[in-house]
T-cell receptor, first 115, second 112 residues
């Protein structure tokens, strides 16, 4: 596809369930970012990958949050034992880097609702 | 405390009106970005301003970076319903991980 895609677009989970959110970045993009956006707020950084290496996970709110990008392409954000405060839109972005520039291109997000 | 303060938080205007939204900070930045986010979509980059005092125009949108590179404004002339959305300013983290730090946004509704 031409842009960043995310799946599922909507996820409803009962409190305590585990969820996995997928991000397909633009082909060839080196960097991948995850952000969390609460309703009516700006995004907040969660974690950053350069190829398969997770270079910064300082924004992950707790050890229930885990992200991976094993082959340097698709990334998965996993949330274990979901809590109501995890309800938010989870945005993924990718950037080409190098001479291609550092502009981040965003996917449409996954809206997670924890009941 | 929020690094980037955006104002107003909400704005509802009639088609054809002009408006200005602001992004302020006490910190100095090497660059600042403006994004628009429509419901159910991710943010889309509108512009990056780099030089203090810089003015950039994108059709009916005019972006200005403050002389001291601490603040920025976005002016929309003759707003249209298609301008409706959340306008976010963001800066790159001072470190080398290139994460974006965001304001809370201005939610704009342009009524026909």
């Amino acid at each position: 596809g031409a842009g960043v895609s995310q799946s599922p677009r909507y996820k409803v989970a009962k409190r305590g369930q585990d969820v996995a959110l997928r991000c397909d970045p633009i082909s060839g993009h080196v960097s991948l970012f995850w952000y969390q956006q609460a309703l009516g707020q700006g995004p907040e950084f969660l974690t950053y990958f350069q190829n398969e290496a997770q270079l910064d996970k300082s924004g992950l709110p707790s050890d229930r949050f885990f992200a991976e990008r094993p082959e340097g392409s698709v990334s998965t954000l996993k949330i274990q034992r979901t809590q109501q405060e995890d309800s938010a839109v989870y945005l993924c972005a990718s950037s080409l880097d190098g001479t291609g520039g550092h502009e981040q291109y965003f996917g449409p997000g996954t809206r997670l609702t924890v009941t | 405390t929020q690094l980037l303060e955006q104002s107003p938080q909400f704005l509802s205007i009639q088609e054809g009106e002009n408006l200005t939204v602001y992004c302020n900070s006490s910190s100095v930045f090497s660059s600042l970005q403006w994004y628009r986010q429509e419901p159910g979509e991710g943010p889309v980059l509108l512009v990056t301003v780099v030089t203090g005092g810089e003015v950039k125009k994108l059709k009916r949108l005019t972006f200005q970076f403050g002389d001291a590179r601490k603040d920025s404004s976005l002016h929309i002339t003759a707003a249209q319903p298609g301008d409706t959305g959340l306008y976010l300013c963001a800066v790159l983290n001072a470190g080398n991980n290139r994460k974006l730090i965001w304001g809370l946004g201005t939610s704009l509704a342009v009524n026909p």
